[in-house]
DNA sequence: CTGAAAGCGCTTACAG
DNA sequence: CTGAAAGCGCTTACAG
């Protein structure tokens, strides 16, 4: 039972072993006639008069029942009742909003950087939850952190008249931003911030997190701390960035040159920085790691360093592994899902307020 | 510049230092008057009416240009663009679609379980891709796995007439879905697949990828192949087992009951299984780990046991550790952007087909 | 309590 | 090349 190269490790990296499948049933392609049996045909769905016209009274009483008025007649509404759970038949949402001008919002348009992301994935799902509690509904998309596809996200999200736009800024005009607000779509900006547009914005507080942090070292007896961190051009990693020096400055502790890392890499390549920069003679006795990728980076320098034990380490945003490595890392996590939620309630208490003002 | 207690780690996993902030610009507030100043006015949305009148020409003649129809005099189509640029004009798509009647689809619906996961999110990502691409836009929604949440989901899009729904089956009524195929929406089933329901459906092929990590093993020498699972009542997960088990018998490998562990866990969870399952004096040579918060586990077990190099280990789905583990974990990557794409892609298929046919 | 008219913003036929 | 009419599916006033 021991196998013939036990001691072989299969080292490649993410073997490319997709398997995609698509499993065709008969009804899909019953477009075309099969068997000799008739093509479905495809009932149009039941309008309004339709339902009226089965159940003996004016398309009128129908809207009255299907929008639960009231001040119909029990025989009617039963009537009514009856033919619309025959026709199968369900509000065309288009159609009443069109007519009603100014109602509850009933669409939201969501533009992030990219949903396979985790991090937008759950800003979008904080936003899904308080919509949905509205009978609200969301259109999202994603940019790539591209001004032209933010443009035309945007543009296709107001020719649908959504009721209100949040966007996580990508570079787009700032001028059409100001006219589509202008025009009386409200707009919550969330995470990156434009200049140059006057809309409310949620966000992190970043400079705070990364406060705590060090603070949370600092109460554990540290006092050399190291520090990396993202590209300092990015607004929030220089927030972060500051809200360590400062803290640090105000505990009296130094900060070196070489204990304070920060540019934009790969995981991979903060596990080199790390390993350079804690496997020193005398290395800081704890470190900062302000973003996620550059955590995991640092977590397996440690590891190979075998210093997992000796130097503390504080992350930002949650990590798969923050639950099983040893020992285990603390982290500032963002709560996305919370700063969705958060654009959503404003967003719809702007939307609200105009509503009622017209 | 050495710590006062250099030695000590913090241990505590997932402080949370929640920090949302929600910087309210002033015009968000001018809903109210503000320092005498009038509250701006909120310009009706322009219509195509008033684009006409301001052009001199008749809204007819906006609907061909803003519709790039053709068949207008030069200077006519000059008016007009002038004025939809001075009004902002931007046409209804709700309106358009309204009249239109057949046209190519312009809004897909998708139910998934949960956005802020991110399987879902990509899945999200690869529809959105092929949805965009034609002009089309994506409303989304998460159930977690509840059925009444789909079916509150299903309603509201089919609501907005979406032209096709794709969804990650929750377990709502067959007979519900079916009603609506009969009734003309599109549905593509991703991932997950309703009993009674004849329909498409879009799906990773796990018995080829399990097949494929347990043969990548066997070709590298091991015999002894241990394999974690996720429960088997979940359809995905069997078909792996099954492909694991097949390709085993197929090389004439015997196959144990301690060498095959299934069940719904945690990433800790499976650690802890890992380090008794493979922490033995014979462990097996290679383990295959069927998910993607085994395989997190057994990494973390296998380094913790020292056998990171001794057991060969092959993961389903990526891993955010994959890129910095020593050595790195081989993987069975699922693609679910892909797996999107093709759903959108058979959606749009079908839904296309209908139109033509109408 | 019930219904006929007008209109939401656009497009689809149909005339000139 | 240009436009007046009718209608998409519904709601909002207005009458009975």
New binding site residues.
């Given amino acids: 039972m021991v196998a013939s190269c036990g001691g072989s490790r299969v080292v490649d990296n993410v073997v490319s072993f997709g398997h995609a499948t698509l499993v065709t049933s008969p009804r899909a392609d019953e477009t075309t006639l099969s068997n000799g049996r008739p093509k479905p045909v495809l009932t ?8 009226a016209e089965r159940a003996g ?5 129908v ?2 029942v ?2 639960g008025e ?4 029990p ?3 039963a009537r009514v009742d009856e033919a619309v759970a025959e026709l199968g ?4 949402e ?3 909003n ?4 100014e ?1 509850p919002a009933t669409t939201i348009g969501f533009v992030l950087v990219d949903v396979a992301n985790e991090f937008f994935g759950s800003l979008l799902r904080g936003i899904e939850e308080v919509a949905t509690a509205r009978q609200c509904v969301v259109l999202s998309g994603s940019t790539d952190r591209s001004p032209e596809r933010e443009r035309q996200l945007i543009d296709a999200f107001v020719g649908r008249r959504v009721d209100g736009l949040i966007v996580v800024y990508s570079g787009s005009s700032a001028a059409a931003l100001n006219a589509e607000i202008a025009r009386g779509t409200p707009i919550v900006f969330l995470d990156l911030e434009p200049e140059d547009v006057k809309a409310d914005l949620v966000r992190s507080d970043h400079y705070a997190g990364a406060k705590l942090a060090t603070e949370h070292l600092l109460k554990h007896g540290h006092v050399d701390i190291a520090y990396f961190g993202d590209d300092s051009t990015v607004v929030s990693a220089n927030q972060r960035l500051l809200g360590h020096l400062d803290t640090m400055r105000e505990a009296g502790c130094e900060v070196t040159r070489d204990r304070t890392v920060t540019g934009s890499h790969s995981a991979g390549e903060w596990r080199t920085i790390a390993l350079e920069a804690l496997g020193v003679p005398s290395p800081p006795t704890a470190v900062v790691t302000a973003q996620n990728i550059i955590t995991v980076g640092t977590v397996a320098a440690l590891h190979e360093l075998g210093l997992q034990r000796t130097i503390a380490q504080v992350g930002f945003d949650d990590v798969d592994l923050a639950a099983v490595v040893e020992p285990p890392i603390t982290v500032v996590p963002q709560r996305p899902i919370e700063l969705g939620r958060r654009a959503a309630e404003q967003l719809l208490l702007v939307s609200r307020a105009r509503t009622a003002h017209r």
Same sequence: chains 1, 2.
């Avoid at 009274?57 to 009483?61: A, D, E, L």
């Avoid at 038949?89 to 065309?92: C, E, G, P």
């Fill in positions: 149009k769905r039941p309008t309004i008069r339709d339902v009274v004016s398309f009128k009483t809207s009255r299907v929008n009231g001040g119909v007649s025989g009617m509404k038949f369900r509000l065309d288009r159609a009443r069109l007519r009603q001008g109602s």
